[in-house]
């Protein structure tokens, strides 16, 4: 597809489950990140996946939250037993890099997975 | 520890009037700034960006200003218009072998008709 494509669009899950949220970046970008943005807050950063580098995941807000970016395409973020404050939208991007000098292009956001833990 | 701060959580303008947008950081590293517009249920697209060696970047009705001695950018938006009503986010970043942004809490601009 032409732009970053986000599933599910909105997901409802019981405080205590488990959820996979699920990300396609633009074909060619290598840099993938994911953010969220809880009611009323600014975007806050979770992890960034570069290339084949170890991606930095020092946004992640707990060990609950981990993800995966397989065959440096599709990532998957995975939050194990969910909590209510958990609940926000959650915001995939991706980038191209420019090799060599890290500068990146502009990112390219989904439009989000709603995430409400009830 | 909030390296990028857009203080003013709101603004409204008149349409045809100027939007100024602002915003300021703490971390002198960072050497690149892009600004992005947001509408409800979507996510946020670019919108305009500047690079530290240039304090000023033009694009149509978008001008972003960057004063690096004061850690202070700003958005311009001249004239606005009712479509241009969303909440604004700047954004930062600065290279350690790979990059990533830190965002702004956003601003969100009502342009009245």
């Known amino acids: 597809g032409a732009g970053v494509s986000q599933s599910p669009s909105n997901k409802v899950t019981e405080k205590g489950k488990d959820v996979e949220l699920r990300c396609d970046p633009i074909s060619g970008h290598t840099a993938l990140y994911w953010y969220r943005q809880s009611l009323g807050q600014g975007l806050e950063f979770l992890i960034y996946?570069?290339?084949?580098?170890?991606?930095?995941k020092s946004g992640l807000p707990s060990d609950r939250f981990s993800a995966e970016r397989t065959g440096g395409s599709v990532s998957t973020l995975t939050i194990q037993r969910t909590q209510q404050e958990d609940s926000a939208v959650y915001l995939c991007?991706?980038?191209?890099?420019?090799?060599?000098?890290?500068?990146?292009?502009?990112?390219?956001f989904g439009n989000g997975t709603r995430l409400t833990v009830t | 520890d909030q390296q990028v701060k857009q203080n003013s959580p709101s603004l409204s303008v008149q349409e045809g009037r100027i939007s100024i947008l602002n915003c300021d950081y703490t971390?002198?590293?960072?050497?690149?700034f892009l600004w992005y517009k947001k509408y409800p249920a979507e996510g946020p697209t670019f919108l305009i960006s500047?690079?530290?060696?240039?304090d000023k970047n033009e694009d149509g009705r978008f001008t972003v200003f960057l004063n690096k001695s004061a850690k202070h950018l700003s958005l311009h938006i001249v004239p606005s218009q009712p479509g241009d009503s969303a909440v604004y986010f700047c954004?930062?970043?600065?290279?350690?072998?790979?990059?990533?942004?830190?965002f702004g809490s956003g601003t969100r601009l009502q342009v009245q008709p």
């Open positions: 500047i690079s530290s060696i240039k």
């Open positions: 991007a991706s980038s191209l890099v420019v090799a060599g000098t890290g500068i990146n292009s502009p990112l390219h």
């Open positions: 954004a930062a970043s600065y290279y350690t072998g790979r990059r990533a942004l830190t």
């Open positions: 971390n002198s590293m960072f050497d690149y």
């Open positions: 996946f570069q290339g084949n580098s170890a991606p930095d």
